[in-house]
């Protein structure tokens, strides 16, 4: 008989919070919460790492989904070793359900927020999440191991880079660490963008408050389920696994092989008034010309000053008070 996926499981509604249990080779799992699955080995010593693999925080994004629910799959029938201790996370639960990019406001907007703010579908699941990575990570911290990361993700648009990062900005006090950056070459990451401003966004928390190495991740364009066949994976899959098993990515990535880029400016949409030059279509990582007039927003003007510059996510449909796009420059570590 076919076992019913972590995934499957999850969107029929019969995942939450249980009792842990062992599986015949002795890892720990546990499920903590709807959609949030957790491994752990029978040890876990200092130098080792405690890791965060998040996806479907926008409901639409499911290429890396189908990518989690099929390495928890080959976690729960004991093909992969287990080294490290691993979170895994299906963010968005209810937009999953409806192929949407979220329900009532978008998610990766709601983390780190005031406690006084509303409370939406997807708020209240954002600081359960956060909850959920400060009990994980509060035991790295007492026993000495690495925190790490991912928020996977997929970008409404097509893009001249297909793969990319966005490192968050680093708490005061510290800096983009290059070591960091260098592994995900491995993954085929093409390019990595440094921001320079706070985010309400899920890598920006672990991060700031959970001191986390953490870094959200595009890996191509949005599709339905089932839709991802042109998105390939396997490299993403292979250096996730690796540190799982609690192996170093071999052979040693070039760091050269990733651009380096910096978040020059956001584009704040603040009212109805808003503009943008481009296309809502435009690709990723379009270059804009020096003096362009790029968005205007009543007396608001953002022309393009920078030399090299490039656009990140144009959308001129977001709520207003949200980024509705960003140029970044080409930068040096
Ligand atoms: O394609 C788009 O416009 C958005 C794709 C996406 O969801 N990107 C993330 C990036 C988060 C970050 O800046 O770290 C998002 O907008 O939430
Ligand atoms: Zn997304």
């Given at each position: 008989m076919n076992r019913i996926s972590f995934l499957e499981q999850t969107l029929a509604g019969r995942t939450s919070i249980a009792l842990p249990y062992c599986l015949p080779n002795g890892v720990h799992v546990q499920v903590m919460d709807e959609g949030v699955i957790r491994f752990e080995p029978r040890q876990s010593g200092p130098g080792t790492l405690d890791l965060v693999i998040s996806c479907g925080v926008h409901g639409n994004e499911t290429a890396p989904v189908e990518l989690v629910d099929d390495l928890v799959d080959q976690l729960l029938a004991g093909r992969i070793k287990v080294r490290s201790r691993v979170l895994f996370i299906f963010g968005n639960v209810p937009a999953l359900r409806e192929g949407r990019r979220f329900v009532e406001d978008d998610m990766n907007r709601q983390f780190c927020r005031i406690p006084e703010a509303s409370d939406g579908l997807e708020a209240r699941r954002a600081t359960m999440l956060e909850m959920q990575l400060m009990r994980f990570f509060a035991r790295a911290v007492q026993e000495g191991r690495r925190r790490l990361h991912y928020d996977l993700h997929t970008a409404i648009h097509?893009?001249?880079?297909?793969?990319?990062?966005?490192?968050?900005?680093?708490?005061?006090?510290?800096?983009?660490?290059?070591?960091?950056?260098?592994?995900?070459?491995?993954?085929?990451?093409?390019?990595?963008?440094?921001?320079?401003?706070?985010?309400?966004?899920?890598?920006?928390?672990?991060?700031?408050?959970?001191?986390?190495?953490?870094?959200?991740?595009?890996?191509?364009?949005?599709?339905?389920?089932?839709?991802?066949?042109?998105?390939?994976?396997?490299?993403?899959?292979?250096?996730?696994?690796?540190?799982?098993?609690?192996?170093?990515?071999?052979?040693?990535?070039?760091?050269?092989?990733?651009?380096?880029?910096?978040?020059?400016?956001?584009?704040?949409?603040?009212?109805?008034?808003?503009?943008?030059?481009?296309?809502?279509?435009?690709?990723?990582?379009?270059?804009?010309?020096?003096?362009?007039?790029?968005?205007?927003?009543?007396?608001?003007?953002?022309?393009?000053?920078?030399?090299?510059?490039?656009?990140?996510?144009?959308?001129?449909?977001?709520?207003?008070?949200?980024?509705?796009?960003?140029?970044?420059?080409?930068?040096?570590?």
């Open positions: 097509g893009s001249l880079i297909e793969k990319f990062a966005i490192y968050p900005l680093p708490p005061e006090g510290r800096t983009f660490d290059a070591a960091a950056i260098a592994p995900l070459a491995q993954a085929q990451i093409q390019a990595v963008l440094l921001q320079s401003a706070r985010a309400p966004t899920f890598s920006y928390f672990s991060s700031q408050h959970c001191g986390a190495t953490a870094f959200t991740i595009e890996l191509g364009r949005a599709h339905p389920f089932g839709g991802n066949q042109d998105i390939d994976l396997q490299a993403v899959e292979a250096y996730l696994r690796a540190l799982i098993e609690g192996e170093t990515p071999r052979p040693q990535p070039d760091p050269a092989h990733l651009q380096v880029f910096r978040v020059a400016r956001e584009i704040i949409k603040h009212s109805e008034a808003f503009r943008l030059a481009v296309d809502g279509e435009t690709d990723n990582f379009t270059p804009l010309p020096q003096g362009m007039l790029l968005a205007e927003d009543g007396d608001r003007r953002w022309v393009v000053e920078e030399e090299h510059a490039r656009i990140v996510f144009p959308n001129p449909d977001v709520m207003p008070g949200q980024r509705a796009g960003l140029i970044v420059v080409p930068t040096a570590l």
